[in-house]
């Protein structure tokens, strides 16, 4: 397998330019980043999505810093050769100064990042302008912002009238002002990512945004369909349904060690019978004799 060196902001902005797609998919440990890795993506991220598909809360918003670092540097272990960036979890840079960047900092030097997600348009663009200031790389997330569901009224499709396209086209431009590398678009409506993307120097990357983004990103257990139970999505396309292949390979393994059938003679070492006998029979002489 050739060697994978990965990408930069600067080589992003080129493959924009360029119109080669950018690849991106989420990864919360070592196993599934060594995967993504190996398949040859173009960016992971380190989600705060783990909080619904991994530690079993219905929103992002339970998720922790230290959730966010101890999964970073799971990934980072499995996907050394990739660009791999971490969610900035929910309040973690809407305080202070010195709070944003404390938090930005155990990212970075502790979880290994090597660029941070922040949710929001022109209200976080003094933070992202902060955090580029020091050095940190910063993806922009607009559209549906999983963080502020409560405040945008649930799981809604964005830029569906005037007002709100334009929202989205100030909140992009403002981001890019700021320093952000690029934007997530979460779904939006495809004319307005479409345009968004064609006002921008820097990459776009859609989540049920449509075809007209610079590239894509996609949650792994929504890709797999691993879940229980597998709600379905209309953006998301399923490249292998490994749900169900889990679910009834465990079903078998119980079944067959209920039935004895595993392990079978093809599971088992054996010792030669002068071991056992020295182990076990010599034992029981002794004791009989006693």
């Known amino acids: 397998m050739a060697v994978k060196h990965p990408l930069n902001i600067v080589k992003m902005k080129k493959m924009k330019q360029e119109g080669s797609a950018l690849s991106m998919v989420t990864a919360y440990d ?67 100064v010195d709070e944003t960047l404390r938090n930005v900092r155990k990212l970075m030097q502790e979880g290994h990042a090597h660029a941070v997600k922040m949710e929001g348009g022109r209200e976080i663009c003094g933070a992202v302008e902060t955090i580029v200031g020091a050095g940190v790389p910063v993806l922009g997330h607009i559209g549906l912002t999983p963080q502020s569901v409560n405040q945008i009224g649930g799981y809604r499709i964005q830029g569906k009238d005037e007002k709100d396209a334009q929202r989205l086209l100030d909140d992009a431009k403002a981001l890019e002002q700021a320093g952000a590398f690029g934007v997530v678009l979460e779904l939006v409506t495809e004319q307005v990512a479409e345009y968004i993307t064609s006002q921008l120097s820097i990459p776009t990357i859609g989540i049920g945004a449509g075809r007209g983004v610079d590239g894509q990103v996609l949650v792994f257990h929504d890709i797999f369909q691993y879940a229980s139970p597998y709600r379905s999505k209309k953006f998301v396309k399923t490249f292998g349904d490994a749900g169900t292949l889990i679910r009834e390979g465990l079903a078998q393994y119980v079944k067959e060690v209920k039935d004895r059938s595993f392990p079978d003679e093809s599971h088992v070492f054996t010792a030669e019978d002068q071991v056992v006998e020295n182990l076990y029979g010599k034992g029981r002489e002794k004791v009989n004799n006693e």
């Open 30 to 96: 070592y196993p599934t980043a060594r995967l993504a890795e190996e398949a040859g993506v173009d960016m992971i991220l380190v989600g705060d999505s783990l909080g619904n598909v991994v530690l079993g809360y219905d929103s992002t918003l339970p998720v922790t810093i230290e959730d966010m670092v101890y999964h970073t540097r799971s990934v980072v272990r499995g996907a050394g050769n990739t660009f791999i960036v971490a969610d900035m979890p929910f309040m973690t840079y809407h305080g202070s």
